[in-house]
């Protein structure tokens, strides 16, 4: 019998490829089959890494000084080789980066069963139900009969147009669902769903109980209690932002009634009582704070940011300290894969409503601002502000949106000059007309750029952003750089357009968090 959410462990060693590690890094994955009949087989050791334990990450986070754990979750249409390829980069970047040292900082690149696109093509006809089989044979069989092999009378040629038209069409249903299959969106959405935020779970608890059973473990002498906790991060990218978010609300079901009561017995939120919340609403499990979500072109639908529409990113952001959202707007497997296999499904009247969270657009310059106002925020070809306007919504500005940094990665070029994800230039934008994201969309197939994954791949200051948010927080990457000021130079210079909201803006959103807590 094939297995079913186990994990396997592996310690990465990343000193022989950088020369000396300061992060110790593994590898886990879902041992769930690709399909459920699938024969049982062992996967080899990947390249660079020994079989290891959960206990042997216990293990390691107990002799940080400051421990902190991060976990890195791979998006859809990532087989075992590229999510192995991803996660070494990853670990390659973070000991490189001088600033990450002696951090206690712990990483964890964590792979549910993806599949490449393509793959189920040998799988295709075993797999399909008798009855569709039925409706493709039987309309091939009768668009053949109608031209190849009737000829009864001067007027059939006008009916044989209408039947064929008919009969192809019959014909069209099944291999336009031969053809989803071929993508495997919705296969690794089923397997994201079943194993991969499940695994996640269960890997987090099994830490967690591991810890808190450690010899030298304090047990906690109330519910806001936080002294020795774990500071637990995630970075999600794609369809692992989907694991990572639903995973947390997993969590915070299991975890949060304690912690809650605890909250809603503190006084109003201002000064240290409104950190206090936060830190308080942060607590998961016996071990654990959650303290930064870093959403990297994430494959959730964008009106998640419209306020009192949907409860499902927000239920997981209230939780972390801090969340960050890179996105290109030129990202067109987002844009035009995702949107287009989630059109038959996706309970919208009109396009605009129709987008992912990866496609969000800053409508200011290139640096950090603070306006961070639901004007400045474009999703399609509309504003938040239009959005709200359109469906007759309150439009606050204290809005949900508001409990996010945004960093729009469009125009944004590495260390060599190129563009981050997608064919930017040094003082040049990428044409985002209709023919020029279906010319990114060409240029991606091509491998000219990666708009859905180039993130990762160079070094640049969009990925030293990504880890540097994920491991030390925004307000401690801000002081790297020197200030507010500096670090709104540099992503200037790298072409990139961020928004923070104000410390006024914030106050309010937590404000906001602690009342629908307190009444819930």
Partial sequence: MARIQELATYEV??????????????????????????KESVLPTPEYCKPSTIDRIVETLARQEKPKLLITVHGFNTPRDSALETYRR???????????????????????????AGTPWRSGLSAAPIFLLGVLFAALAAVYLVNFYFEICDWWKFARVAATAVTATMAVIPITLFLLRLIVYFRDGFRATNYGVPDLVNLIREIDDKLSKL???RPAASADDLSGKVDLSFIGHSMGAFVVTNAVRI??????PEAMAAMRSLEIPGGDEERRRREIRSKI?????????????PDIPAEVLLLGRSNALHSSLIRFQEAHLFSNEGDEILRNISTTANFFSLPTMSRRFGYRLGNVGVLTGWGI?????????????????QLYAEI????????????????DCTDSIDDAGNGVVTD???GGRPNLSWLGHLRLLLIHVRREVDVHSGYFLEASLVRRLIYRFAAIGYGDTEKLYGGLAALSAQCENYQIKALKPGERSIAAAVAQDAVQAAST
């Fill in 90 to 116: 990853s670990f390659v970047a973070v000991n490189e980066d001088a600033e990450l040292q002696d951090r206690g900082l712990v990483c964890i690149g964590y792979r549910w069963p993806s599949e490449a």
């Fill in 369 to 385: 601002s603070e306006q961070l106002t639901l004007g400045n925020l474009r999703v399609g070809a509309c504003t938040l502000y």
């Fill in 251 to 256: 969590l915070t079901d299991v975890f949060s």
């Fill in 285 to 297: 499990g016996e071990s654990f704070l959650l303290r930064r979500l870093v959403l990297v072109s």
């Fill in 392 to 407: 007759d919504a309150a439009q606050s500005e204290e809005s949900f949106a508001q409990r996010l940094t945004y960093f």
């Fill in 13 to 38: 060693d990343v000193a022989a490829q950088v020369g000396k590690a300061f992060t110790p890094a593994f590898f886990i994955e879902s041992t769930a089959p690709i399909n459920f009949d699938d």
């Fill in 215 to 217: 010899p030298n473990a």
């Fill in 424 to 426: 930017a230039t040094r």
